[in-house]
């Protein structure tokens, strides 16, 4: 199928503290759109260093928590208190700050911990409770889906050479050899990440550099995970970057604004 998506719109911050104030006029703007259509807004989460980076939506009044619909790009296989939880950290830095009804986070079902397949097959279900009577589609339209980048160049979790880089059909996939730990994780899948409307990476320091300059400047000749995010032609592709991390890429940076 030909392949009729935008350009990834690139946007480098000088500075931590504006790239936070940025993300969150982005995400107020993706907010205001999806209420506008629908009244709600669906959103995917990744752990790493992204939930810190949602810090300028504390204390933010245009932020409308109770139409969100949180539910997260990919997620450890452990107890929602454990150390390495998605949801635990998302809890610790974000959620516990703001008026988020807890009925609008979706984590995963952890009484099926011991099972991945059930457990994956149960954050599936999720979806399809939230995604599948309003939306025709094969696949979940999330208004926004924020990723990070990992210096190998996985994101979700999506890792290089991994077979379920391949996967077609799930919308939800687990994994058990992970090359980070846990080994455990459940992820979404490409085709959910790139029918989303919007589809934000955030990436900073000094790290990502070469793993960024390649999936901006080489997108013909990379195959690193990132680089196979490309929304279809309803959805848009943000990258939002230090000078840090953008420093080697020669990809044209947008100005931000709204
Ligand atoms: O599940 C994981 O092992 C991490 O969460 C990982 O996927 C992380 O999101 C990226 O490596 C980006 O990390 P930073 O945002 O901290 O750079």
Same mark, same amino acid.
Request: a negative charge; hydrophobic letters at 40%; aromatic letters at 10%.
């Given at each position: #199928?030909?392949?009729?998506?935008?350009?990834? @719109?690139?946007?480098?911050?000088?500075?931590?503290?504006?790239?936070? $104030?940025?993300? %969150?006029?982005?995400?107020?703007?993706?907010?205001?759109?999806?209420?506008?259509?629908?009244?709600?807004?669906?959103?995917?989460?990744?752990?790493?260093?992204?939930?810190?980076?949602?810090?300028?939506?504390?204390?933010?009044?245009?932020?409308?928590?109770? !139409?969100?619909?949180?539910?997260?790009?990919?997620?450890?296989?452990?107890?929602?208190?454990?150390?390495?939880?998605?949801?635990?950290?998302?809890?610790?830095?974000?959620?516990? !700050?703001?008026?988020?009804?807890?009925?609008?986070?979706?984590?995963?079902?952890?009484?099926?911990?011991?099972?991945?397949?059930?457990?994956? /097959?149960?954050?599936?279900?999720?979806?399809?409770?939230?995604?599948?009577?309003? /939306?025709? *589609?094969?696949?979940?339209?999330?208004?926004?889906?924020?990723?990070?980048?990992?210096? /190998?160049?996985?994101? %979700?979790?999506?890792?290089?050479?991994?077979?379920?880089?391949?996967?077609?059909?799930?919308?939800?996939?687990?994994? /058990?050899?992970?090359? !980070?730990?846990?080994? $455990?994780?459940?992820?979404?899948?490409?085709?959910? @990440?790139?029918? %989303?409307?919007?589809?934000?990476?955030?990436?900073?320091?000094?790290?990502?550099?070469?793993?960024?300059?390649? @999936? #901006?400047?080489?997108?013909?000749?990379?195959?690193?995970?990132?680089?196979?995010?490309?929304?279809?032609?309803?959805?848009?592709?943000?990258?939002?970057?230090?000078? *840090? %991390?953008?420093?080697?890429?020669?990809?044209?940076?947008?100005?931000?604004?709204?």
């Amino acid at each position: #199928m030909l392949h009729t998506s935008s350009p990834p @719109i690139f946007y480098s911050f000088a500075s931590g503290a504006e790239l936070v $104030k940025g993300l %969150a006029e982005f995400i107020l703007e993706a907010q205001k759109e999806a209420l506008g259509k629908k009244g709600r807004f669906t959103v995917a989460l990744s752990g790493g260093s992204l939930p810190k980076q949602l810090a300028g939506l504390i204390g933010n009044a245009g932020v409308k928590w109770d !139409k969100w619909h949180v539910y997260y790009a990919d997620e450890r296989v452990v107890p929602l208190d454990h150390e390495d939880s998605n949801h635990k950290l998302c809890t610790d830095v974000l959620f516990s !700050k703001v008026n988020i009804p807890k009925e609008n986070i979706h984590p995963i079902d952890t009484t099926l911990l011991e099972d991945l397949e059930d457990l994956s /097959d149960s954050y599936e279900k999720q979806l399809i409770d939230e995604f599948a009577s309003k /939306d025709s *589609a094969r696949f979940p339209v999330f208004d926004l889906i924020l990723l990070g980048l990992g210096p /190998d160049g996985h994101t %979700a979790s999506l890792f290089p050479g991994h077979e379920l880089l391949a996967e077609a059909d799930r919308w939800v996939a687990y994994l /058990d050899d992970s090359p !980070k730990p846990p080994l $455990k994780r459940i992820t979404l899948t490409y085709p959910v @990440i790139n029918h %989303a409307s919007r589809v934000a990476f955030v990436a900073t320091g000094e790290s990502k550099q070469d793993v960024l300059a390649e @999936i #901006m400047d080489d997108p013909a000749r990379t195959s690193l995970p990132a680089s196979r995010v490309r929304p279809t032609s309803h959805g848009n592709l943000y990258w939002f970057v230090d000078d *840090a %991390a953008s420093a080697k890429v020669k990809y044209e940076k947008s100005l931000f604004k709204l």
